[in-house]
């Protein structure tokens, strides 16, 4: 079954320092990928999501992932972190053969002054 | 325009008792999930809704748990006999078509209390 691993539960950056948020997955082919935010007292919101084609997607908020196959990974980067990025960053999958997303579990991103 | 709301956003509750969990989601947006998310992890599929009937409930996790979409707009999540451990915030999602290249846009979720 496909699976979505976070390995950091937790990130603390000082502002303006870049960020890179680390997403691996468990899947033969290759997945539909996303990265979500979530803010205290806020809905998930999309960051981005690869489909196919150009491996390096660009978000919202300034932020971009690099969608690696041999590594089966998708991590999330921002060359400078604001305060008000501080929230928690969920990396997710969908195999394409049904409309489930599954979550990871995760990372909740700290921002010092 | 409006996003997707949910109601109530607290729902405190006795274990044994009955809840229902209401989405409205953004109009014309004929795709309606609903995710679960316990404390520390990511949202967890539950149920989808295409137009009014259910596509896909494979994530409901056992039959106490039921969501309807009567007219295909607001749906309405149902949890019979609540446990303890149905402690979670409960989230509501739409999206225009369904489908993975639709985004799916959420509400700010039922945060639900099993005492």
């Known amino acids: 079954a496909q699976s979505v691993t976070q390995p950091d539960i937790h990130i603390t950056v000082s502002e303006g320092a870049s960020l890179e948020l680390r997403c691996n997955y468990s899947?033969?082919?290759?997945?539909?990928l996303f990265w979500y935010v979530q803010s205290p007292g806020q809905g998930l919101q999309l960051l981005l999501k690869?489909?196919?084609?150009?491996?390096l997607v660009q978000g919202i908020k300034g932020f971009e992932a690099e969608f690696k196959r041999s590594q089966s990974s998708f991590n999330l980067r921002k060359p400078s972190v604001h305060w008000s990025d501080a929230a928690e960053y969920f990396c997710a999958v969908e195999t394409g053969r049904d409309d489930k997303i599954i979550f990871g579990k995760g990372t909740r991103l700290h921002i010092l002054p | 325009g409006a996003g997707v709301s949910q109601t109530p956003s607290n729902k405190v509750t006795e274990k044994g008792k009955y809840v229902e969990l209401r989405c409205d989601p953004i109009?014309?947006?004929?795709?309606l999930y609903w995710y679960r998310q316990s404390l520390g992890q990511g949202p967890e599929f539950l149920i989808y809704?295409?137009?009014?009937?259910?596509?896909?409930d494979s994530g409901l996790p056992n039959d106490r748990f039921f969501a309807v979409r009567p007219e295909g707009s607001v749906s309405t999540l149902k949890i019979q006999r609540t446990e303890r451990g149905d402690s979670a915030v409960y989230l509501c999602a739409s999206s225009f078509g369904g489908g993975l290249r639709d985004t799916q846009y959420f509400g700010p979720g039922t945060r639900l209390t099993v005492l």
């Open positions: 899947y033969g082919a290759t997945p539909y």
């Open positions: 690869y489909f196919s084609g150009d491996t």
């Open positions: 109009s014309g947006h004929t795709a």
């Open positions: 809704f295409q137009g009014t009937g259910a596509a896909d």
